[in-house]
């Protein structure tokens, strides 16, 4: 977008919102998809898990509300059933994807804090959806080995959202491809991680950011590069690149 938008934008209102992390230049423009097409449709428990975990100090590693709703309406788009989170944190998206399957859909649910997860958890019950939930508390790579070590797990997922420790996607990526059927999506979040994927070597960045920066092109490279998948890098939050499995 042109610079006109942003120039019109007072210093206090920009990105105000929590978990936004939109790469739109203009903020205006961001405030206006939020406010015509993300809130008005926005499902209460959502309303209220996204307010509770704007009061936590992580806040910054929440879903946010525009990439809800698009996750929300992809799951419906693909009928998944059975599906995956890597990544869970206080569970917005993992209560986009509960609302989003079918009554006897599950999801498998990985995070080493279990605390963030019990802060949402409430709100997910009062839902009527955490019957669909399988929590597993801890890291998720020893989960994934055990799942791939039996063969009747292979091709079993419609769909897999990854949004935790960069440095292992990767290593994700190696074994859920196994684990997502012919057809089923993967979709790896934050692939353009801040903007910073185009930054300069000497750009200041913070250091998180800086950090898992090469971790995220290396991923970004190699999902360019995996014929086993079609893939789609979409601009919606920080960016989130679909992988379907066609191999
Ligand atoms: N999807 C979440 C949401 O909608 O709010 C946000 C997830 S947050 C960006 C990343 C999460 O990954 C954190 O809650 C963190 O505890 C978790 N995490 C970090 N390393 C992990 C690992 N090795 N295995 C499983 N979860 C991990
Ligand atoms: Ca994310």
Redesign the pocket.
């Known amino acids: 977008m042109a610079a006109n938008g942003e120039e019109q934008q007072t210093q206090a209102g920009r990105h105000q919102e929590v978990g936004h992390k939109s790469l739109l230049q203009s903020d205006a423009l961001y405030q206006y998809i939020l406010e015509t097409s993300v809130y008005p449709r926005e499902p209460e428990s959502m309303k209220e898990l996204r307010e509770v ?1 704007a009061k936590h100090p992580w806040n910054i ?3 946010s509300a525009d990439e809800g709703q698009f996750l929300n309406m992809l799951l419906k788009l693909i009928n998944a059933k059975n599906t995956m ?10 209560l986009a994807t509960a609302l989003a399957i079918p009554d006897d859909g599950k999801i498998l649910a ?4 279990k605390e ?1 997860y019990e802060l949402g958890l409430p709100i997910i019950e009062k839902a009527g959806v955490a019957h669909k939930i399988d929590f597993r508390e ?4 020893p989960v994934l080995d055990l799942l791939v070590e039996d063969k009747k797990n292979h091709g079993s997922f419609d769909f897999i ?1 990854v ?3 960069k440095d ?1 996607y990767i290593n994700y990526h190696k074994r859920l491809i196994d684990l997502v059927k012919v057809g089923g999506l993967i979709g790896y ?1 934050n692939t353009l991680w801040n903007g910073s994927v185009v930054a300069p070597p000497d750009a200041p960045l913070r250091k998180y950011v800086r950090y898992y920066r090469d971790f995220v092109l290396e991923l970004n490279r190699a999902l360019a590069a995996d014929p086993r998948v079609e893939i789609c890098m979409l601009p919606v939050g920080d960016g989130i690149t679909l992988c379907r499995r066609i191999k």
């Open positions: 975990t590693m929440t879903t989170e890597i990544g869970v944190y206080t569970g917005y998206s993992l990985m995070d080493i804090n963030n801890g890291p998720a790579l959202f949004d935790a420790d292992n979040d």
